[in-house]
Each structure stands twice: as structure tokens, then as C-alpha cells.
């Protein structure tokens, strides 16, 4: 396995960069009193600062600063076409955070954005107003698609305040897609039915290469045990799985891994695919140059990058193979490009 060289461990939000429009926004009062510190510099709009030309992701990603915005327009989008809505009538995600704290070689946002500090939008309250119309039908929303709230709720609290809204909407669904082993704002909560927790599992040669400032596997294995026994619904997703010359050695054992800690019968889903993209952000990590990942000769078909169909296959029999071991097939969810 070659990949390019570990970043360090990131310095977090020396600079709070605010928008004139919510400097008096409750969430910005608590965030700018819990980073006293950091230099805070007023701005008329975030693209000023987040969509500014050259800049350089993978210096950022080692000094992330923090945006507090007002987001203008839409908060919920439809889910895409390389996310699975698990069957609901409808399947929105919630863009309220631009950014992830996490610095993964495979992650779409370096394709997506500009930049890799973080866009906070504050006015959250706005996209539960947009949302409501439509909770008269069962509907799916996916609160981590552009970032991983849970890494970030002792900053942002958004977690927590959907789970609140949650609770007074029964045709509403939430999926919490995290590598956190932050689970405080948890604790605090009545579990929801109708809230899954979503967590990424990889193998730890795959976390150290590719995955960097994320929580272990065996972090990631203890939050999601805490999870279960506080009694929350919880899936397990091996996705995206990044094949390297070493699959054999680490996907197939990491299944073991995963339910020698991890009661099968407690999960809702084991969720497994592999690694797929839109060419265009495909296009925009090679600029990157930052991972071996960017490069791999993927197949595309209309717009998408994803391994050879004989490969992609070879990858989903094997783990399937191995998963069928622990859990019903019924319960493994995959994803594969329709041919």
C-alpha cells in the first residue's frame, strides 16, 4: 500500500471568520466565547473567505479555521444517486455544515470545495422551517452528508437539536453517518426508533493510511457498543472499501473484528460497498496529488468513477462471503453500479 505522507494532527480554529449577519446569532455568542482566543476577523460573506481562488486544501487541512454563516436558500437536498434512501418515500440530506473535520484521501468534499476549512451555518432553525412541508410523507434525512456532525457536536450542538426535532415529527427519519466516538450528545437523549446511527468501519491499515485524524477501529467499535446498550438503532457500514494490494489481509478479517465486539443480532444493517465518485471530483483530487487513491485506473460510466465491474464484484462476493457468517443476508445492505 503507497500513499503520500501523514499529515499531522490539525490546529483547530486559530481564525473565526463571522458574517456581519449572524454576530449576534445565539450559536455564534457560545462559539466565539468558547474560542476566546482565536482571531476573529468580521466578513460581509463567507464565500469571501470559503470560495477565494488558489488556495492550498492540504495546508489547510492542518490549520483549519472556522466560518460562522448564514446559509442562503436551500438546507435539504435529494439524496444522490451513490447513497442508498433505504426505501423511504423520501430521502433528503441537510447541508448545514461545509467541511468535515476529518481528512479522508477518499472523501468527495476535497472534489466539492475550495476549500477545507469549515462553513458553520448557524441558523439551523431555517432548515427545520424548510422541512416541515414535507413531513406529511415518510422522509429519510441524512445529517452528515457534507461533514460528520457528531465529530463536531460539542461546537455546533446540531445533533442534539435534530434529535429534539425528531421527536415531535413521526414521519420523519434521520441517519447520522459518523467515525466519531463522540457519543455525549447521546447520552442525554431518549433513544429514537426512527434515528439510525451510521458508522464508517474500516480496517486500522486503511484508518492510518488514508483516514487521517479520525478515532480508531477499536474507538469507533467501543462508542458504537455504548450505542447499542444505551439502546439506539445502529448500522455498520464497511463503505467505502479501498481496495489495495493487501484486501485479502485486511476487509475479510476486519468483519471478524467488527462482531468479535459487536453483537450481530444488535445491529439493523451491515452496509458494504466500495469506493466510487463522480468523475468530476475524481478530476479534482488528482490536482490534489495528495493520495495514491486518486489515481487508480477506475472504470467511468456515465459520470461515475468506480472499480472495474470484475473487480468491484470480486470485492462484494468475498465480503459478503465472510459478513453471511455473522448476520442474515437480509440485513446487508450493498451497493454496486447497475451495469
Not at 480496517?203 to 478515532?215: G, K, L, N, R, V
Not at 457468517?325 to 453500479?337: A, C, K
Request: proline share 5%; net charge neutral; hydrophobic share 35%.
Amino acid at each position: 500500500m503507497s500513499t503520500s505522507s501523514t499529515p499531522s494532527s490539525p490546529k483547530l480554529f486559530s481564525h473565526l471568520y463571522i458574517e456581519k449577519a449572524v454576530l449576534n446569532h445565539p450559536q455564534t455568542l457560545a462559539i466565539r466565547a468558547k474560542f476566546s482566543s482565536s482571531h476573529t476577523i468580521i466578513i460581509d460573506h463567507y464565500k469571501d473567505v470559503f470560495n477565494r481562488p488558489n488556495q492550498s486544501f492540504a495546508a489547510q487541512s492542518d490549520s483549519k479555521k472556522l466560518i460562522l454563516a448564514r446559509k442562503e436558500g436551500k438546507f435539504l437536498h435529494e439524496g444522490s444517486q451513490y447513497s442508498d434512501g433505504f426505501d423511504h418515500e423520501q430521502f433528503f440530506y441537510a447541508s448545514s455544515v461545509m467541511g468535515c473535520l476529518y481528512d479522508c484521501d477518499y472523501c468527495y468534499l476535497q472534489g466539492l470545495y475550495p476549500s477545507a476549512n469549515t462553513v458553520l451555518f448557524v441558523n439551523l432553525e431555517d432548515a427545520f422551517a424548510q422541512l416541515l412541508p414535507y413531513l406529511g410523507r415518510d422522509t429519510l434525512v441524512a445529517t452528515s452528508y457534507d461533514t460528520d456532525t457528531l465529530a463536531i457536536e460539542s461546537l455546533t450542538h446540531q445533533t442534539s437539536t435534530w434529535l429534539e426535532f425528531a421527536q415531535h415529527h413521526p414521519n420523519l427519519y434521520l441517519e447520522i453517518r459518523t467515525k466519531s466516538a463522540n457519543i455525549n450528545a447521546l447520552k442525554n437523549t431518549l433513544p429514537n426508533e426512527r434515528v439510525t446511527l451510521a458508522w464508517t468501519l474500516s480496517p486500522q491499515a486503511i484508518i492510518d493510511a488514508y483516514e487521517h485524524s479520525t478515532p480508531s477501529l477499536s474507538k469507533r467499535l467501543s462508542a458504537i457498543s455504548e450505542a447499542i446498550k444505551l439502546g439506539w438503532k445502529v448500522r455498520l457500514c464497511v463503505d467505502p472499501i479501498i481496495h489495495t494490494d493487501d484486501f485479502e489481509t485486511l476487509y475479510p478479517p476486519l468483519i471478524e473484528t467488527i462482531f468479535e465486539r459487536i453483537d450481530p443480532n444488535a445491529i439493523e444493517h451491515l452496509t458494504l460497498g466500495s469506493f466510487r465518485m463522480s468523475q468530476s471530483h475524481l478530476r479534482s483530487l488528482k490536482k490534489l496529488r495528495r493520495s495514491d487513491i486518486a489515481f487508480y485506473p477506475y472504470t467511468v460510466k456515465d459520470e461515475m468513477a468506480t472499480y472495474p465491474e470484475t473487480l468491484e464484484t470480486a470485492i462484494l462476493e468475498k465480503m459478503l462471503a465472510k459478513a453471511t457468517n455473522f448476520i442474515p443476508i437480509q440485513r446487508i445492505r450493498t451497493w454496486q453500479r447497475q451495469s
